[in-house]
T-cell receptor, first 116, second 112 residues
Framework: EAQVTQNPRYLITVTGKKLTVTCSQN?????MSWYRQDPGLGLRQIYY???????DKGDVPEGYKVSRKEKRNFPLILESPSPNQTSLYFC???????????????FGAGTRLSVL | KQEVTQIPAALSVPEGENLVLNCSFT??????LQWFRQDPGKGLTSLLL?????REQTSGRLNASLDKSSGRSTLYIAASQPGDSATYLC???????????FGGGTRVLVKP
């Protein structure tokens, strides 16, 4: 079954305590990305990756880091979380548009993060 | 910069009525358009994907149309049911890239 798996699903932490949200996909997709969803602001892209070791900033990258050491994994790292990073986070994966495929986007179930 | 708008932001209908959800985008150079469903606090489920060369896609009670030249897509849900209550999001991928740009969503309530 095609899946994007995020962990943890819920996380409460305190300001400044480093955390990592993991994301894994089983579809051999090249493209992976992270979004945050906030009321009134919708879904905004944080970072994306077009392949192993290829990552780039999205619309709201400040305060976040990512890595893509393996094709299936794309963790999101908050080195020093702050309260304004309290949000609902989604990981997504798809094939590349350049491959000419349908490019259906698959999303994880989400991680609800609260930074106190 | 691509902008995607969904109007109305919220919609309430009695059970059995047909739903019409609108999505507009400013840049017609898109690769595809995708409709998603999101239940409260949950992830996004892909409903329909329309390639830029297509005019419509159908799946069961769902039908999505695309008019690329006017920058519009419409999602029709026939004979609505209370289980259709959710937020519906449209998103486009531009022709030269892989990034999804989302609309703000339409929150739908179907009353029994």
């Amino acid at each position: 079954e095609a899946q994007v798996t995020q962990n943890p699903r819920y996380l409460i932490t305190v300001t400044g305590k480093k955390l990592t949200v993991t994301c894994s996909q089983n579809m051999n997709h090249e493209y992976m990305s992270w979004y945050r969803q906030d009321p009134g602001l919708g879904l905004r892209q944080i970072y994306y990756s077009m392949n192993v070791e290829v990552t780039d900033k999205g619309d709201v990258p400040e305060g976040y880091k990512v890595s893509r050491k393996e094709k299936r994994n794309f963790p999101l790292i908050l080195e020093s979380p702050s309260p304004n990073q309290t949000s609902l986070y989604f990981c997504a994966s798809s094939s590349l548009v350049q491959t000419g495929t349908k490019n259906i986007q698959y999303f994880g179930a989400g991680t609800r993060l609260s930074v106190l | 910069k691509q902008e995607v708008t969904q109007i109305p932001a919220a919609l309430s209908v009695p059970e059995g009525e047909n739903l019409v959800l609108n999505c507009s985008f400013t840049d017609s150079a898109i690769y595809n358009l995708q409709w998603f469903r999101q239940d409260p606090g949950k992830g996004l489920t892909s409903l329909l994907l329309i390639q830029s060369s297509q005019r419509e896609q159908t799946s069961g009670r769902l039908n999505a149309s695309l008019d690329k030249s006017s920058g519009r897509s419409t999602l029709y849900i026939a004979a609505s049911q209370p289980g259709d209550s959710a937020t519906y999001l449209c998103a486009v991928i531009k022709a030269a890239g892989n990034k999804l740009t989302f609309g703000g969503g339409t929150r739908v309530l179907v009353k029994p």
